[in-house]
């Protein structure tokens, strides 16, 4: 489970990238997650934010590689964002 602004939201796929130190969870109503805070420290992460699904629209399926996130939406649409190391993520060097 996820809690978002005292909400629970039920996971029903992740995908994580150990190279990023992500982990993304979408919901069984295709609300998408970004686990923050993860590093070699704090390995569970601190929290979790919403992340912007593409067009609005629910997200049955994610895949995380070394540098890149897809998504695919419950009309077939796929969206492909790189992912860049940040210390927003949570990540260290």
Not at 41 to 47: A, L, S, V
Not at 55 to 62: H, T
Not at 65 to 74: E, K, P, Q
Request: glycine letters at 8%; a positive charge.
């Amino acid at each position: 489970r996820c809690i978002s602004e005292d909400t629970y939201h039920e996971i029903a796929a992740i995908s994580c990238s150990a190279s990023c130190g992500l982990l993304i969870a979408i919901t069984w109503n295709g609300l998408v997650f970004c686990r923050v805070g993860i590093t070699s420290k704090c390995p569970y992460g601190k929290g979790w934010r919403s992340f912007a699904s593409p067009c609005n629209l629910p997200v049955i399926s994610v895949a995380m590689g070394r540098r890149a996130l897809w998504m695919v939406t419950s009309s077939g649409r796929v969206r492909f964002e790189s992912l860049v190391h940040s210390q927003e993520s949570g990540s260290e060097d």
